[in-house]
């Protein structure tokens, strides 16, 4: 009968480095998480926005109307008469420059004056410049990136 004191489990040394790997781990997953959402909210901003414009323009040629947008405040109100649509920038997007001057769509559209709207988007510590650029008059758009 043997009197044993030596007990079987981890020592506290163990026990930390596993511990620290798995912090590590989860740190490194959760940093690329928010990264993820932030790529996903910019997508989805520039979705609804692109979205709205096209609507905006095809209002302009249907309903022989003349709406228009603005950038002021950290949003783009999209106006038609007396109904104004407000879409709100994501904390991650701003517009570089401040405040713009309307953007009107009409239903003949043969101004060669254009608009560029840049914004800048934050995306983890990257950031990026995406660039609409309107024709006056016309509902259409190039999108550049840098």
């Not at 163990?14 to 998480?33: A, D, H, K, R």
């Not at 520039?46 to 709205?52: D, G, M």
């Not at 239903?107 to 254009?114: A, I, L, R, V, Y």
Request: glycine content about 6%.
């Amino acid at each position: 009968m043997g009197n044993s004191r030596h007990r079987q489990g981890f020592t506290l040394i163990e026990t930390c480095l596993v511990l620290g790997l798995f912090l590590s781990t989860t740190y490194i997953s959760l940093t690329q998480l928010n990264t993820t959402r932030e790529s996903l909210v910019a997508n989805h901003f520039f979705q609804n926005f692109e979205r709205e414009v096209k609507l905006q323009h095809q209002k302009s040629l249907i309903k022989n109307k003349t709406p228009s947008f603005k950038y002021a405040n950290q949003m783009i109100i999209f106006m038609e008469g007396n109904t104004h649509k407000k879409l709100y920038l994501p904390t991650n997007i701003s517009v570089k420059g401040g405040n713009y001057e309307t953007f009107t769509f009409t239903n003949t559209g043969h101004s060669s004056k254009t608009l560029n709207l840049p914004f800048q988007i934050n995306i983890g510590n990257t950031i990026k410049t995406v660039t609409y650029k309107f024709k006056f008059g016309s509902g259409n758009f190039e999108k550049e990136f840098s």
